[in-house]
C-alpha cells in the first residue's frame, strides 16, 4: 500500500522512514512548518541519527498540504492536538472517500476530528510506546535500538478488516511491533495514562525517563497517578487493556531500559516555548473524571501546575527579550 504522513514531525519521521527504508513502501510527507519543508527540500531529505549516532540523510518527498497532488491509500497522521483541526482542514482536499487513516498521537480530542472527514469503517487508532526526538527542521533522532519498542492498533469500529491487516504487516515489516487490538477507548487511554505519569513529571522536573526511574519513589508516584486515572476509566465504563499492576510496572520497565535516554514529547514542547498537551492528558483524565462525578485531585492540581509552569517560562522569556531589546 502506498502511505501519507501528515505532520513530519518526530513521528510521523519514525513512521515513514522506516515504512519506506525496512518495508520498502511509498510513503509521502506532509508539513505545514515552512521551515522544515524548507530543509528537507533543500538537504533532499531528512538527517537520521540513532541515540545521537550515526547522523545520514534519508531522501525524502515532502509537501505542503497545498501542493501535494499524491492519492495514498492511508493516511497517516501524527499531529500535535493543538494543531489537529487547522491541519486537518488545510488538508480536506485530498482526502477521498476510500482512504483510511491511522493515527497514534499522544493524548484524546484527536478521533473526533477525524470523524470529520472520514468514516468510522476506516479510521484505525492507536498508540506507540517508540521514543523519537525532533532536533530541528529535517533532523530527527531515533531513541533506542532497531525494533525497539512497540505500537498497539485498533479500528475505531473494534472489528479489524483486510485493509487493517494489510496495514498491520506493513508496520510489522517496518519494525515497529505491532499488536492488534479490538478494545478502541481502553486501548487509546492506556498510552494517555501512561504519559499523564511519565510526560507530565519528566517535564516539571526537566529529567529523561532513565533519571525519573532511577528515583525510589518512582512507582509510587506512578501508582497514585495511574490510581486515579483507572478510578475515572471505570467510573465511565472504560476497561483498560492493563491492569493496574502492570501498567505500573511498564512505566518503570519503559523508563528504564526501553527509553532511559529519552525526553518526552511534553518536555520537548516546554523546553522549546511551545504550549505542551497537558490538557489533552491530565486534563482529559480530569474531566473525564468530573463528567462521572469523581474529583481526580492529582490531574487536576498536574494540569494546573503545568500551565503555571508554562506561564513563568513565557514571562521568563518576555524579560529576557525585553532586556535583550534595551541593550
Known sequence: MRYAVIGAGAMGYRYGVLLQQRAHLDVDFIDTWEPNVTAV?????????RDHEGRHLVPIKVSTPE?????????????????????????????????????????????????????????????????????????VDFIGSPGAGHMHMVNLTEEPDAVTHSMFEDFRAAGLNPVLTRNFTGTLMAKVVFNAVVNTLCTMFSMTMGEFSTFQGDREMARMLLDEA??????????????????????????????PLH?????????????????????????????????????????????????????AGEAENSQASAA
Open 41 to 49: 527540500r533543500r538537504q533532499g531529505g531528512v538527517f537520521v541519527s
Open 230 to 259: 483507572y478510578d475515572a476509566c471505570e467510573r465511565a465504563g472504560i476497561q483498560l487493556i492493563q491492569t493496574r499492576q502492570e501498567a505500573v510496572e511498564e512505566v518503570h520497565t519503559v523508563s528504564s531500559t526501553g527509553n
Open 67 to 139: 501542493d501535494y497532488t499524491g492519492t495514498p491509500d492511508v493516511w497517516i497522521v501524527f499531529l500535535k492536538q493543538m494543531q489537529v483541526e487547522d491541519v486537518l482542514a488545510r488538508c480536506s482536499h485530498l482526502f477521498r472517500p476510500d482512504q483510511y487513516v491511522f493515527t497514534a498521537m499522544n493524548g484524546m480530542g484527536h478521533i473526533e476530528h477525524l470523524q470529520q472527514y472520514f468514516p468510522d469503517q476506516r479510521i484505525v487508532g492507536g498508540t506507540a510506546m517508540i521514543a523519537t526526538v525532533l532536533n530541528g527542521p529535517g533532523d
Open 263 to 315: 525526553r518526552p514529547s511534553m518536555y520537548q514542547d516546554f523546553s522549546r516555548g511551545r504550549p505542551t498537551e497537558v490538557d489533552h492528558i491530565n486534563g482529559y483524565i480530569a474531566r473525564l473524571g468530573r463528567q462521572h462525578d469523581l474529583i481526580c485531585h492529582l490531574h487536576e492540581f498536574v494540569t494546573l501546575q503545568m500551565h503555571l509552569a508554562e506561564k513563568v517560562r513565557d514571562q
